[in-house]
């Protein structure tokens, strides 16, 4: 094996014909928890202590298998078509893992996967994503503009960046070329590693605590490619032919990092990459948008491949194109991310288009615009869906298929699929003109929105009569939302569903359970109190089954991060809320208790994010379309008694755009849409919002504008470091920054909880600051939940009390 150097000489600028040419249609990624969640119960298993490492491997042995037969079994051929991209958690925590580079609290954990290797192993790896005792796991944010979400790499001065050759081999946990052995060995021809490559690597990264300042990970670039040539030299042994590098970042401008810089690092990668002399072939791709001006750059380096996303992206300019020689170019026109069909006459014009406009000769190859990770497995599953519905959609497995059809098409002109594009056609037209997709009384009422419908009076205004109406304490105490969602709340439900259980049964039972914790939340102490939510299946799909327009699914589910898996609903058609959602349920809860109790609203911008939502009609619309249904609810909460009414966002970062001039917009209509569903609230009804992992500090403007009462925030994995942009823009209302990272076993101790606490009213006054925790606790068991939240409430008193003292 030949270890990487830096080349003395520029490398060349024209790719070599590839020894093993790309296949004619292949996919950027798919779906790695299984059809059935076969990962997320693995995963899940072994953290419990039910099932050993070596049961949770050959579990994940297993799935991959199961992969590679099914996408040959749809007809995948070809070296290279099946790509090898199995994570146990996510695809930015595989290279933290197999580089060992983890911050400074989980250096003690480098080695773990064999004597004189640098990587984590399974425990380390794990360890490292949900933390340990007094050790916080690494924070966690969304993935490009999906509602996907991947652990931030820690990057100091000091962070080691290091790959043992065979280390792949060794534990699969980290290693990619042990996918790759593994495939070959089982008959696989040319599998194709994909990992994350060294530029989105850095710019997703962010400093370690106790960087120097004005360091930039992206400043550990030369260091980092080192530890990749490594890797890619590891592939080669094991005999990979190609190796596709995920180069996301390259579609947005938002680093922080002015763009030159960006490209100069491309350029600087890319080439030392191309230079290794053993290496597999190397397609970059550049997902969810358009690579713009990073696309001759890469075309100046000598990487044989380059991947583009045509549904997020736009058809690259002619010179650009020009400037990629003689490389292969995939060319990404079925959309990774969203279940409609694929326009496929629309498609294949672009691909025809793209081949004329490509030097003459150079290769092409139909495949997705990203991974299929976003999307579920197989429609046809989906027995009880609307047979109508369902002819218009295409999950993973039906989308390897499209992009076989289009591949054909192209080869052998539009009539070899001329049935496919007039079936494709028929059920356009079939959909256009469903009456549910258009409902002239949903459309006029939104055309009748003004202005004054988006506006509340001043908070000056509202907080006195807020303050009279609540009389809370100093640093009130309160909690997200949802409370655990135990078996025998799954059960009822599912019984419920299932026809097992009546609806007096079902109610019967939900209302003993929000009973329950009302009376826990008084005995705990907490100020402002919640119903729990036990009759909620999940925060979008409860009010997808309420709401006209919607349609669920049986077996739709997608990672959202690690074992986190959520079933998104369909948002196909206009939206109308026929009956009151949540009043039942939340008048119920507050006449058992003295104390204010919030009703509980998903918000607009978020049911949109967390649904597959439709294609046809401008998202500014329908989320004024949703915005007119939940200020119906809040005007229905507030007849009921209910004095505090919180309306989540916790998407409204994640669907931000990537590139810095599309987010006006964006910001305009999201924002417009919230205000919309509380802009008729009274100055005495408090609204509160809540946002996770949404890097709160980049849309604190536009969150600002939200104009809600009190804002709560996930900030306990980055210790409150989003503090200093809040002081210094001058939030003028009242903010939560979460002090439980819920997403982690962890129980904080009330010490901690304290210290976080304390930072929060060290930076903007006591007055303006609620002790929350970070995010609803529906995933949490009762007994961390009962301990941690005591020590939250317990250190709000020990910093009230000091701050009266």
């Not at 969640?37 to 050993?52: F, M, N």
Request: aromatic share 6%; proline share 7%.
């Amino acid at each position: 094996m030949t270890t990487p150097t830096t080349p003395t000489t520029p490398a060349a600028t024209t790719a070599p014909a590839p020894s093993t040419p790309l296949p004619a249609a292949t996919i950027l990624g798919y779906p790695r928890i299984g059809p059935d969640r076969e990962l997320k119960r693995a995963v899940e298993s072994y953290w419990k202590g039910a099932t050993s490492a070596d049961e949770l491997r050959a579990a994940a042995a297993g799935l991959r298998r199961a992969t590679r037969e099914r996408l040959r079994g749809l007809g995948l051929s070809g070296p290279a078509a099946v790509p090898a991209d199995f994570a146990y958690y996510d695809q930015v925590l595989q290279v933290t893992s197999a580089l060992g580079a983890v911050p400074a609290r989980f250096a003690h954990l480098r080695g773990g996967a064999g004597q004189g290797h640098p990587g984590l192993g399974l425990e380390g790896h794990f360890t490292v994503a949900r933390g340990q005792g007094d050790l916080a796991a690494q924070e966690m944010t969304k993935w490009m503009d999906s509602n996907y979400h991947y652990l931030v790499p820690e990057i100091d001065e000091s962070t080691v960046f290091d790959y043992a050759p065979g280390f792949g081999a060794i534990d699969p946990t980290d290693g990619p070329a042990a996918q790759v052995l593994e495939a070959l060995a089982a008959g696989e021809p040319d599998p194709r590693p994909v990992i994350v490559g060294p530029v989105t690597y850095l710019l997703a990264s962010k400093p370690a605590d106790g960087a120097a300042p004005g360091f930039r990970p992206i400043d550990r670039l030369d260091d980092l490619l080192g530890a990749y040539g490594h890797l890619l030299a590891d592939l080669w042994a094991a005999g990979a032919q190609w190796v596709q590098i995920d180069e996301p970042a390259l579609v947005a401008d938002t680093w922080g990092v002015p763009r030159e810089e960006v490209l100069a690092a491309v350029h600087r990668a890319y080439a030392w990459i191309a230079a290794i002399v053993e290496r597999p072939r190397v397609l970059v791709t550049g997902a969810y948008g358009s690579l713009g001006d990073a696309l001759p750059v890469l075309g100046a380096t000598g990487i044989e491949a380059v991947g583009l996303d045509l549904v997020a992206g736009a058809l690259p300019r002619d010179e650009d194109l020009a400037a990629l020689g003689g490389k292969s170019v995939v060319a990404g026109v079925v959309s990774g991310r969203n279940i409609w069909r694929t326009d496929l006459e629309a498609a294949l014009t672009t691909l025809e288009r793209l081949r004329d406009a490509l030097p003459q000769g150079a290769p092409l190859t139909v495949a997705t615009s990203t991974s299929l990770q976003h999307v579920p497995h197989d429609v046809e599953r989906e027995a009880r869906l609307d047979p109508a519905i369902r002819s218009w959609l295409a999950f993973a497995d039906q989308k390897v298929g499209e992009v076989l059809t289009l591949a054909r098409g192209l080869a052998e002109g539009r009539d070899a699929i001329a049935d496919e594009l007039a079936r494709d056609a028929s059920l356009r037209a079939q959909r256009a003109a469903h009456p549910g997709v258009r409902r002239a009384e949903v459309r006029d009422a939104v055309s009748a929105i003004t202005p004054a419908d988006r506006a509340r009076p001043p908070y000056a205004e509202r907080k006195p009569l807020q303050d009279a109406r609540l009389g809370l304490p100093l640093l009130p105490t309160t909690t997200i939302g949802s409370f655990p969602q135990t078996p025998e709340i799954r059960a009822a439900r599912a019984a419920h569903r299932g026809g097992e259980l009546d609806a007096a049964g079902y109610g019967a039972q939900m209302r003993a359970e929000i009973e329950r914790v009302v009376r826990l939340q008084e005995e705990i102490g907490l100020d402002v109190l919640v119903h729990g939510e036990a009759e909620r299946n999940d925060m979008v799909q409860y009010f997808a089954e309420l709401l006209d327009g919607f349609a669920t699914t049986e077996h739709g589910w997608v990672q959202s991060y690690g074992s986190r898996c959520t079933r998104p609903s369909i948002l196909w058609g206009d939206v109308a809320r026929p009956a009151p959602m949540t009043v039942a349920w939340s008048s119920y809860a507050q006449s058992l208790t003295d104390r204010p109790l919030k009703g509980m609203l998903t918000g607009p911008v978020t049911i949109m994010a967390w649904s597959f939502v439709r294609d046809d009609l401008p998202r500014a619309e329908v989320a004024d379309q949703l915005g007119l249904a939940l200020r119906a609810e809040v005007a229905d909460l507030e007849a009921a008694g209910i004095g505090v009414i919180q309306v989540d966002e916790p998407a409204i970062r994640e669907t931000l755009p990537l590139r810095r001039a599309d987010q006006p917009a964006y910001l305009e209509w999201s924002v417009g849409s919230f205000r919309l569903a509380t802009g008729g609230a009274a100055s005495a009804t408090q609204i509160h919002t809540h946002l996770c992992y949404s890097e709160f500090d980049v849309v604190i403007d536009a969150v600002d504008h939200l104009d809600a009462d009190v804002t709560s925030i996930e900030a306990s994995r980055s210790r409150m470091d989003i503090l200093p942009a809040v002081a210094e823009h001058g939030f003028a209302r009242q903010l939560g920054p979460g002090v439980w990272d819920i997403h982690s076993p962890r129980v904080p101790s009330t010490e901690e909880c304290a210290e976080l606490v304390g930072r929060a009213v060290d930076a903007l006054g006591a007055g303006s600051v609620w002790v929350n925790p970070d995010c609803g606790l529906k995933t949490r068991g009762y007994a961390e939940t009962t301990t941690s939240l005591r020590n939250l409430v317990d250190a709000a008193a020990r910093v009230r009390g000091g701050l009266e003292g």
